[in-house]
């Protein structure tokens, strides 16, 4: 049974930092597109970032470009997001996704891939 699970979650003030991480289980995802979604309440599920197969490419919505920074270790079958300064907007419940679409930062193509159960990560001003 294939299973993502997403750890690193909390409360921290604006300012600070995290690191999330997706752990997957039950098979390889070396050769996945992975990427983090966010979704805020009332909100539409927001892209966030994105890594290709390989790392070589990556990819970010603007409202965290710069702050934000995706990377993967397919030792270890596991991809982090680390949050630098973040905001209070930044609140939200972070998904991790994995596809074996090779269009890695197309949020569409996550759609029918493995997802996580969502960690909360909260933002204090």
């Known amino acids: 049974q294939v299973q993502l699970v997403e750890s690193g979650g909390g409360l921290v003030q604006a300012g600070g930092s995290l690191r999330l991480s997706c752990a997957a289980s039950g098979r390889t995802f070396s050769n996945y597109a992975r990427g983090w979604f966010r979704q805020a309440p009332g909100n539409e599920r927001e892209f966030v970032a994105a890594?290709?197969?390989?790392?070589?490419?990556?990819y970010y919505a603007d409202s965290v470009k710069g702050r934000f920074t995706i990377s993967r270790d397919n030792a270890k079958n596991t991809w982090y997001l680390q949050m630098n300064s973040l905001k209070p907007e930044d609140t939200a419940v972070y998904y991790c996704a994995a596809s074996a679409n090779s269009a890695y930062n197309y949020a569409a193509s996550y759609e029918n891939g493995y997802w996580g159960q969502g960690t909360q990560v909260t933002v204090s001003s």
């Open positions: 890594i290709n197969w390989s790392g070589g490419s990556s």
